[in-house]
């Protein structure tokens, strides 16, 4: 039973179709509960029925198609032709004829007929052309654009087509990408071309203005500059993620061209930028991200970070390389890494050259102090080392400032560690042409301790054993609980102390590397004292290893006689620091270092001891004091007599230093006191200028040098002097004041060094009352020397 269908014209019928409508009665009647379900087969049944109907519809409108053709085609003329030219909106035309016949015409696919064979008129041809309206004319000039949403409006964007659009490509890729580079190399010509023009204008603009007009003008300039330079570091430091293009626009100005203001411009941009990079540096080190990672599917914030952090690191790329080549007083060379990126040289004279130099110098070290965690550090490293041995002592104090403030910052030990190879290396390829400088940098090292256990393969072989003996599930649950652990160790805020201690051991063998090396190849050498001083402050670090070989170096140098005082005393003090440490357990007779000490205390007198007063005492405590049971009676007398002697020529604060260290002996000591006896009378005569203090019989003498002490210039000294002549009483009425009696020789001798000794003179000598020459005639003394004046007859006017 076929539905029933109201049909409001006859183009509503044919439009809609028999399915829908019979999909409408089905939900109407689902809704009214009288639809009865319908077997597949009455299904299948139903839809041939429909489309044998619409087969008869399309046949029918066949049939009646020619007919209806051939009364229009006779119905047209040759003014309807010319109508049909003419008219503009011939498409509204045609759509309410169609309309009001209630038909749609078929599209038919057009035929193609030759004009030789073809008797069709005019009309005809007209016909089968394809039809070009205003409208869309208009569309072909126009493109489409993305559309925009406003107040929940979709408004369609179009935008005409441009030139280069409608220009055919090439077929062949090859030739598109010749072209391309033609076209490239040829705005590179006439960018050229212009800025060369440009630089020949403002010449002759310059040379045709005075020397106000020129000051102005470039301070004019500078000022534009100024502002530029200070408004973009404020807009990167305030967001550096989004104002990135900003930091290139400052990168851009390192490469001022600008004949008036280049060289001034490219200074403040220097420091601005180091500032710059200061503040927005992270706290880690950046990685790239690989190809295989861009081709990957990420969120669009991670796509954004990974295109900041590129952008970045390639800034702070060609910041540096442009602060290496001017460090280095280089030009920049064409068609280099630097001029890629719009720098180029400028041609300045070598003494300006310098100058910029020493300036970029400041700025990468300023980068490897603030920021020697960060990228291409191994880059800073190498470049800095070098000139700490440089001829310019401006250069060379830069570089190892800069050097001794990374060594006191570094906690973790990494950045040290690259610092001492590379100083090490220099060292050894400049086969110890090096100044004292470069390895006095280590004295600054602040390490305490390191692991003086067995290496590295016994740890590996212990932990290779242990995990043999375990079974395979307790091996798994043993990896698991280090990755656990490591993984632990990461989150922290501290460093780990394992690691801490290995870097440590790894920088103290490096150190010792290169002071060996020194001592064995080139002793004669400008770096021999430092190396001594090195050795001396690091001794307590050094392996059990190197003691036989360093003590028969020592032994060697001092004999040979090319060390100067303090170099030998520094011999002493490394020597017997070992000795007190770990060389304790090795027996070794240090009986000519207690000769030599004992020969060289004579030789320094006021002149030298500002430099090597705290070595003497810091031998004195490591040879005497801590040695107190090694040490014989007779020798220990000898050392009591000799610093007696020695404070005779000394400047005050030594002197009360070493009187500080004789106190601790004759308390110490109670067989001292033979020497404050003068009626006591030893065997044999006292030698003082013999070389071994055990044979000089220094008890047969007394310590008369301290009546000579009570004549000191310092009332400090003369106080001391006393108390040492009542024995160094700990009571009564010559004790010393507790400031004095608590403090050790070095902390007073510290504690004095700075003090003015001439604190309580004034600066100037009350000025006098001068007497008037009225006050003077006033009294009587005055009053009877003008009586006489005036009885003496005046002999010019006779």
């Given amino acids: 039973m076929k539905p029933k269908v109201k049909s409001k014209t006859k183009t509503s019928s044919v439009k809609v179709s028999l399915a829908k409508l019979a999909n409408k009665r089905n939900t109407r009647l689902a809704k009214q509960g009288k639809l009865h379900k319908v077997s597949k087969k009455e299904k299948k049944r139903q839809i041939a029925q429909e489309k044998n109907e619409k087969k008869q519809q ?48 078929k599209r038919k696919k057009q035929k193609v007929v030759d004009d030789e064979d073809s008797d069709v008129d005019e009309g005809e041809k007209y016909e089968r052309q394809p039809r070009s309206f205003a409208a869309d004319v208009a569309e072909q000039k126009m493109k489409m654009m993305l559309p925009i949403i406003a107040k929940g409006k979709v408004i369609k964007r179009m935008v005409e087509k441009d030139a280069a659009d409608e220009v055919e490509k090439p077929v062949s890729q090859m030739s598109e990408k010749a072209d391309v580079k033609e076209h490239d190399s040829d705005d590179e010509e006439e960018v050229a071309l212009d800025k060369k023009a440009e630089r020949e204008k403002e010449k002759q603009l310059l040379a045709s203005m005075s020397a106000a007009q020129l000051y102005a003008y470039r301070k004019k300039k500078l000022e534009e500059k100024k502002e530029k330079i200070a408004s973009l570091s404020h807009a990167v430091i305030a967001d550096p993620q989004t104002n990135i293009k900003k930091l290139k626009e400052l990168r851009l100005m390192l490469g001022e061209t600008d004949l008036c203001v280049s060289l001034t411009v490219r200074k403040y941009a220097m420091i601005s930028i180091a500032e710059v990079f200061k503040d927005i540096v992270p706290g880690y080190r950046l990685r790239i991200p690989t190809e295989k990672e861009r081709s990957q599917k990420v ?7 990974w295109d900041y952090e590129t952008s970045f690191l390639l800034s702070y790329r060609v910041y540096l390389e442009f602060l290496e080549t001017l460090a280095k007083a280089k030009p920049i060379p064409e068609k280099s890494f630097l001029t890629k990126h719009g720098i180029h040289d400028l041609q300045l004279p070598h003494k300006t050259r310098v100058e910029l130099g020493h300036l970029a110098l400041k700025c990468l070290c300023e980068m490897l102090v603030h920021h020697p965690h960060f990228n291409y550090r191994n880059n800073l490293i190498a470049t800095i080392v070098p000139f700490c041995n440089h001829k310019d002592s401006q250069f060379s104090e830069t570089a190892c400032n800069s050097i001794k403030s990374v060594f006191q910052q570094d906690k973790s030990g990494e950045v040290t560690l ?33 692991d003086l256990s067995s290496g590295e393969t016994f740890k590996k072989m212990k932990r290779t054993e242990k995990m043999l003996k375990l079974s395979r599930r307790e091996r798994k649950r043993l990896k698991l609980k280090e990755k656990l652990d490591k993984e632990l160790l990461e989150t922290k805020a501290s460093y780990d102390k394992k690691q801490k201690l290995k870097l440590h051991t790894e920088i103290i063998q490096a150190v010792f590397e290169t002071y060996v090396r020194v001592i064995k190849l080139a002793c004669d050498s400008a770096l021999l004292p430092a190396v001594l001083e090195g050795l001396a402050r690091f001794a307590h670090l050094i392996n059990i290893e190197y003691f ?33 440490g770990q060389g304790s357990v090795i027996n ?9 000490f004992y020969c060289t205390l004579l030789s320094v007198h006021a002149a030298s001891s500002d430099q090597t007063a705290t070595i003497v005492l810091d031998c004195l405590d490591s040879m005497i004091s801590k040695r107190r049971r090694q040490v014989s009676q007779q020798r220990i007398l000898a050392f009591i007599k000799r610093l007696s002697t020695m404070c005779l020529y000394q400047i005050s604060e030594t002197a009360l230093a070493l009187l500080a260290v004789l106190r601790q002996f004759v308390h110490t000591y109670k067989y001292s006191d033979i020497l404050f006896d003068t009626e006591a009378q030893g065997s044999g005569l006292y030698l003082p200028f013999l070389e071994d203090p055990e044979h000089c019989c220094a008890n047969s003498t007394s310590l008369w040098d301290f009546h000579l002490l009570l004549h000191h210039y310092d009332p400090e000294v003369q106080r001391y002097a006393k108390h040492m002549i009542k024995m160094a009483p700990l009571s009564g009425e010559h004790q010393l004041s507790q400031e004095l009696s608590r403090k050790s020789p070095k902390e007073l001798y510290e504690m004095l060094q700075g003090r003015d000794f001439f604190h309580k003179v004034p600066e100037k000598c009350p000025k006098k009352r001068k007497v008037r020459s009225t006050d003077f005639l006033d009294t009587e003394f005055g009053k009877h020397l003008e009586n006489i004046c005036d009885s003496v007859p005046d002999l010019a006017g006779e």
Avoid: W
């Fill in 299 to 305: 969120k669009k914030e991670t796509k954004s970070l």
């Fill in 588 to 596: 070794i007779d240090p009986t000519n270092f207690y000769k030599h």
């Fill in 58 to 105: 399309l046949a029918s409108s066949k049939e009646s198609q020619p007919e209806h053709a051939e009364s229009e085609e006779e119905s047209f003329s040759d003014e309807d032709v010319d109508c049909f030219q003419n008219f503009s909106n011939a498409r509204s035309f045609l759509q309410t004829r169609i309309e009001e016949e209630g038909e749609i015409p």
């Fill in 418 to 450: 690259e610092i001492v190879k590379t100083i090490g290396r220099m060292v050894k390829k400049l086969e110890f042409n090096v100044q004292p400088q470069v390895l006095e940098t280590f004295l600054v090292l602040k390490i305490k301790e390191i």
């Fill in 548 to 580: 036989d070989s360093l003590f028969d170096a020592f032994n060697c140098l001092i004999e040979s006689g090319l060390l100067t005082n303090r170099e030998m005393l520094h011999c002493m003090q490394t020597a017997f620091t070992i000795l007190s």
